[in-house]
């Protein structure tokens, strides 16, 4: 059973904002920015609370602009899904997760060193030039577990 319910449209849309966010640090690095959106879709708390759907979380704005810079620069539309890009979106979708993105619902690359901690939510790791957060304990058990009574598409 997959993480989440997907279509075929949300795999290529998945695919294409992973790799305008990380082309440039792999296939490992693509599917950590995969496992975000995922998180984000599954977490239901903190920011990310009524998402249902692989578009409404890349395409949610939060503070008056898009969560997502490739989205707010539009390079997310640049360059269609590859074949290698979508089937590492399905794999996101369907079951993969790896630290430090495997809880994490923020990344960002400050072009400096990680800060120990993102708008007050704990460090989870670094990736390359990505640094990773997850929520703080006790705040978003949603991205922590599955819960099998949530409905997507609703």
């Known amino acids: 059973m997959p993480r989440v319910k997907y279509t ?3 795999v290529a849309l998945m695919a294409r904002m992973m790799r305008a966010e990380a082309e440039g640090e792999g296939k490992l690095g693509m599917m950590m920015v995969g496992n975000v959106i995922v998180n984000r879709l599954l977490s239901n708390c903190l920011d990310f609370t009524d998402l249902r759907t692989i578009p409404s979380v890349i395409f949610q704005i939060q503070g008056g ?5 490739a989205v707010q620069k539009g390079n997310v539309f640049y360059n269609r899904a590859r074949s290698v890009e979508k089937r590492l979106a399905k794999q996101t979708l369907d079951y993969w997760r790896q630290h430090p993105s495997k809880y994490a619902l923020w990344y960002f690359n400050p072009y400096a060193p990680c800060p120990p901690t993102w708008y007050d939510q704990p460090r989870s790791g ?3 030039q990505h640094c990773y957060y997850e929520p703080k304990a006790n705040t ?3 991205v922590y577990t599955r819960d099998p009574q949530r409905k997507f598409y609703s």
Request: aromatic share 22%; charged share 35%.
């Open 126 to 128: 670094q990736y390359k």
């Open 140 to 142: 978003c058990e949603g």
């Open 65 to 69: 602009n898009y969560s997502f810079e």
């Open 8 to 10: 075929d449209s949300d």
